[in-house]
């Protein structure tokens, strides 16, 4: 049985048996975490010239949170572009993966074509998330160097998702895996660069995991040794010679995803989580002299930038999320607005920053995402935060209260506090939902 057979045979045994109650409440966090991501995303540059490009008229699927009517490939792609375009989306740590992006764009498309139940929905979900991050797993750090994971393996979990919901069978479920493979893809150069495009990779990933699930439902049929084979993905984007999944539902990966605390790059958290328990216990913004930032080899190549003046360079720089947090207090949708990223606070504490590894706080990742930040006032004294891990986090995880709170900061500015106190309610109630027509987005 090769690594996709193995993957559908999993997907397509746990039909039988219904989503365990914390397992169901985890999906539902995460539905509720890619909204409040994805509706402020929908209003971004990069979405938005999306929108406008492919200018949707019709179809099954909707756009969210307008409720537009769209073809259900060009909903999955504009909703996944929408759900990573604020870096507000949740993250498998230990696979340098963003899950709900793809994964859930692509249900929620699907889902809207089939008219399926809100139960459904949270299953594919689910199964999205565990075959996405497993594979994620397999191809390990190494895939990590060049490709962005989540446009690469992403397009898996949204594929997973849609054979889910049109309920294929293992062998139709294996091959959607297999086209998805062929189709998967993500450069990290993107946004290694000043760019725009990245949010585009989760974008394709979900239109790219529609695609091949709705082909192979058909018979279109892939090469089912396409991860492990000698010219497959795993070779292919990692090195990985003996590619295996192991560890499917034990636990199920959608109940250990951290979610963000902060709307920038994941590697600067805990850099930010330092910064502001040290703003917390009285450190000065005006009397910092300089900021030391020691953390681990993949944040300072990703994060690095030392002088960034749009809000996507922004928010992958350790330096300038780092001034941010100590001068603002978050690191929200605030911090990359044209005032923010031009405040002469933020500016001057940035060209104070001084950027390192730790080999140490390195040897913890990815199990750990760890960062130091040591500040220094102008009379010599020195200031000093370890943050181990990240707040959201699975080990330092938000409670239901708090993402309820973040939901309720992100979104009523979009929709307006009675609808989105509306969509909350639905949300949240998900599993009893019969029909997700009945989800309205207007």
Known sequence: MTAVEALAEFAVTQRRTPLTADVRHAAVRAVVDWVSATVPGSETPAARALTEALAPTSGPARLIPSGRAADVRTAALLNGTAAHAAELDDIYRDAFYHPGAPTVAAAFAVADQL??????????????YEIGARIALAVGPAHYRNWHTTGTVGTFGAAAAAAELLRLDADRFAGALALAATMAAGLQQTFRSPSTGKPLHAGHAAEAGVVAALAAGKGLAGALDVLEGPAGFG??????????????????????????????????????DAALELRADGVGVDDIADIEIETYGTATRVAGRTDPREPDEARF??????????????????????????DPAIRGLVTRTTVRIDPELDELTPGRRAARVRITDRNGVSYERLRLTRRGDPDDPLSDQELRDKFDELVPPFLGPSRAGTLAHALWNLPSLARMSALDWR
């Open 235 to 272: 070779v292919a984007t990692a090195g990985v010679t003996d590619l295996t999944v192991t560890g499917l539902g034990d636990p199920f990966c959608v109940t250990a995803t951290t979610v963000k605390y902060h709307a920038c790059c994941g590697h600067t958290f805990a850099a930010v």
């Open 317 to 342: 720089s350790l330096a300038y999320t780092v001034a941010a947090a100590l001068v603002l207090g978050s690191v929200r949708l605030r911090a990359f607005t044209p005032e923010a990223l031009t």
């Open 115 to 128: 008219d399926s139940s809100g139960m459904d929905f949270l299953r594919a979900v689910t199964i999205g």
